[in-house]
């Protein structure tokens, strides 16, 4: 089908697309410990009949022990033809405190060209570009023999603790010879990107105790340093004056080609004027190709709750972004290493390994690479972006080693001005079409590659 085609048929769809995309959003489909795991239910339920209604023959629900509802669509590829596997996930993050909202969280509100609502851009858009791409396009591949399944996760947001046991479980239903994550971002509105490399991930939960019990401030302060005041100082140990990571041990890749706008920067990441950045060298190095140790969370007695006593025990979780060539464990042990060598005497220390998760890097210069650029430039107008992303798809690296023979890119729906796990996420309405638009030209397109699978 010509891209001309495309666009008139795409602009049919896509109002009937924005709404299936409000539909899910209404879902609130939190997947962490302690929710109501009943919507999460509900949203697989809602993506499974999506997925039925653009024409996939073979779908259903599944998990693993202790895992969340992930939907599995097929339409099986030919004999000699390709396979094309779309990833996406249809768990949320949580809200956070829904107050700070400018609207109910789960409740979508279209403003101007966005659309707000948790998940409307991480990753339900995700998933609705690959509904609305089968739609344009699904009944084109099983007529050249395409194979195409859809694998939409259900714990993506909760670490994807099943994540690896449960593509074991279904090697042979999502085995392909190419596999498209639909989880990143673009480079700016208007400038689409293909994400080239992510940073991994490990984090711990380090403990700070200091009493076996909280005793009166005025009676005891001086002698006795309280646990939180600890903690506070056993933490700056983890950043130099610049603000760089102080972890010995720790590796980085090479400084990308490309660099942002510092202005651009700070409005998309809401620096405040006169608030300077943190470390040095070019800003995306900082982002995509260095070290970045984040403090993500603290207990601790509440301002409102505070009384005048010695806090006995904190703790923190830290989170440690790793650039493309750093192996986690090593990492891992660098980091613990570091906070049990800055222990101070007067304190008992304790860290507790957490999630690990691998960076990615992928090869230039494939022919899906080159079908993707492409297919970018042509919905957009403009040519892609090569990117590295600072956040972290750890499965991304299961999906390598359990499926050797597939390639692996990585775009997404996402702009900077998203706000994707924060308040007021949103979706560029525009910019959705033209994924939904490079998605159709790729898979139009996918006949073209070689055949990777036995």
């Not at 499974?48 to 339409?75: D, N, Q, W, Y």
């Not at 405040?272 to 403090?295: H, I, K, Q, Y």
């Not at 090869?363 to 993707?372: G, K, N, V, Y």
Request: net charge negative; aromatic share 4%; with cysteine.
């Amino acid at each position: 089908m010509a891209i001309d085609t495309l666009r008139l048929e795409l602009e049919a769809l896509l109002p009937g697309a924005v709404e299936d995309l409000k539909d899910l959003v209404r879902i609130p489909s939190i997947a962490f410990d302690g929710y109501d795991r009943e919507p999460v239910q509900r949203s697989a339920e809602a993506v499974a009949a999506l997925l039925r209604g653009a024409g996939m023959t073979e779908v259903s629900i599944e998990s693993v022990e202790g895992g969340a509802p992930a939907v599995i669509g097929r339409t099986p590829a030919a004999e000699g033809c390709p396979t094309v596997l779309l990833y996406a996930h249809h768990d949320v993050q949580p809200t956070g405190d829904v107050a700070d909202w400018s609207t109910a969280p789960f409740e979508p509100v279209q403003r101007g060209r966005r659309l707000f609502g948790r998940g409307a851009s991480d990753d339900k858009a995700g998933v609705m570009a690959h509904v609305t791409a089968l739609r344009l396009v699904g009944e084109e591949l099983a007529a050249d023999g395409v194979g195409v399944t859809v694998f939409v996760e259900g714990e993506e947001e909760a670490g994807s603790p099943t994540f690896r046991p449960f593509i074991e479980a279904h090697r042979d239903a999502l085995a392909a010879d190419l596999i498209i994550v639909a989880d990143s971002a673009n480079w700016a509105v208007g400038t689409p990107a293909l994400t080239t490399s992510l940073r991994g991930l490990v984090d711990v939960v380090v403990e700070v105790r200091a009493l076996d019990h909280a005793v009166h401030s005025g009676l005891f302060g001086g002698p006795v340093m309280d646990s939180l005041t600890q903690l506070a100082r056993l933490l700056a140990t983890l950043h130099d004056d610049d603000g760089k990571v102080a972890v010995e041990g720790l590796a980085r890749a090479q400084d990308p080609s490309i660099e942002m706008d510092e202005g651009d920067f700070r409005r998309d990441a809401g620096v405040p004027d006169g608030v300077e950045l943190s470390g040095t060298g070019p800003l995306t190095a900082r982002l995509w190709t260095r070290p970045a140790l984040s403090v993500i969370g603290i207990d601790a007695p509440a301002v409102r709750e505070a009384s005048n006593t010695l806090v006995p025990v904190s703790r923190a979780k830290v989170s440690l972004r790793l650039p493309p060539g750093e192996d986690p464990d090593s990492a891992m042990e660098a980091l613990v290493a570091h906070l049990e060598r800055h222990t101070p005497p007067t304190a008992q220390v304790t860290v507790h390994p957490g999630e690990k998760g691998r960076p990615y890097s992928a090869r230039q210069d494939s022919p899906a690479m080159d079908l993707a650029r492409t297919a970018l430039g042509e919905a957009w107008g403009t040519a892609a972006v090569d990117t590295g992303l600072g956040g972290s798809i750890p499965f991304i690296a299961d999906l390598i080693e359990v499926f050797p023979q597939a390639e692996v890119l990585v775009t997404g729906v996402e702009d900077p001005e998203s706000r994707a796990h924060g308040v007021d996420e949103s979706l560029h309405l525009d910019e959705f079409a033209k994924v939904c638009l490079a998605e159709a030209l790729l898979l139009r397109d996918a006949g073209s590659l070689n055949r990777g699978r036995a």
